[in-house]
């Protein structure tokens, strides 16, 4: 079975930020992989499907790179609005979501 | 406008069965997997199993195979995801989700379902 493995788990930045957030896989996944941001008591939003593509109506502020095992999500310039959860989802026979990252406003 | 609405809320006892609801509207039900999601207190997002309406193929992550069954009525275009003998370790939040065909991505997600169990 395929792993993934995101990080950081946590992590602390200024409003202007750039933040940068990994995801690793432990085998090649092409660009199947996908980017997700949960606010609290709320559903998770797609972000980013294919690696890098960016979904309708999200900010250009988000971006993700990428492909075979190692992935990364980027958040160019930190807003207060991004205060989240974010995951990474690979799909192969079935989706599986990395651990998480929260982000917290410093 | 696509709208994947889910069941309320549930309290229920240890070894009680359950079956929570779905709904989609605004697109071919059929088209597209529906997924179910886990989330447990302060926890992170766990994959459970998808459903491809159109033909009733089901999968299951291997975490969750044996102890959740998930189906479907395509002709209500409702997913169903349901327990046989709840735990109290099954408290959780769970969410359905679109998955596009292509990608996997889940572009359209139900409010979730508060799942409560407590004796």
């Known amino acids: 079975d395929i792993q993934m493995t995101q990080s950081p788990s946590s992590l602390s930045a200024s409003v202007g930020d750039r933040v940068t957030i990994t995801c690793q896989a432990s085998?090649?996944?092409?660009?199947?992989l996908n980017w997700y941001q949960q606010k609290p008591g709320k559903a998770p939003k797609l972000l980013i499907y294919?690696?890098?593509n960016l979904e309708t109506g999200v900010p250009s502020r988000f971006s993700g790179s990428g492909s075979g095992t190692d992935f990364t999500f980027t958040i160019s310039s930190l807003q207060p609005e991004d205060i989240a959860t974010y995951y990474c989802?690979?799909?192969?026979?079935?989706?599986?979501f990395g651990g998480g990252t929260k982000v917290e406003i410093k | 406008e696509v709208q994947l609405v889910q069941s309320g809320a549930e309290v229920k006892k240890p070894g009680e069965s359950l079956k929570i609801s779905c709904k989609g509207s605004?697109?071919?039900?059929?088209?597209?997997?529906i997924g179910w999601v886990r989330q447990m207190p302060g926890k992170g997002l766990e994959w459970m199993g998808i459903?491809?309406?159109?033909?009733?193929?089901?999968r299951y992550s291997p975490s969750f195979q044996g102890q959740v069954t998930i189906s479907a009525d395509k002709s209500i275009s409702t997913a169903y995801l349901q327990w046989s003998s709840l735990k109290a370790s099954d408290t959780a939040m769970y969410y359905c989700?679109?998955?596009?065909?292509?990608?996997?991505?889940?572009?359209?997600w139900g409010q979730g379902t508060l799942v409560t169990v407590s004796s």
């Open positions: 989700a679109r998955l596009r065909a292509e990608s996997y991505a889940a572009d359209y």
């Open positions: 605004g697109y071919s039900f059929t088209s597209y997997w």
């Open positions: 459903i491809y309406p159109g033909d009733s193929d089901t």
């Open positions: 085998q090649d996944i092409s660009n199947y």
């Open positions: 294919d690696a890098s």
């Open positions: 989802q690979q799909y192969d026979n079935l989706p599986l």
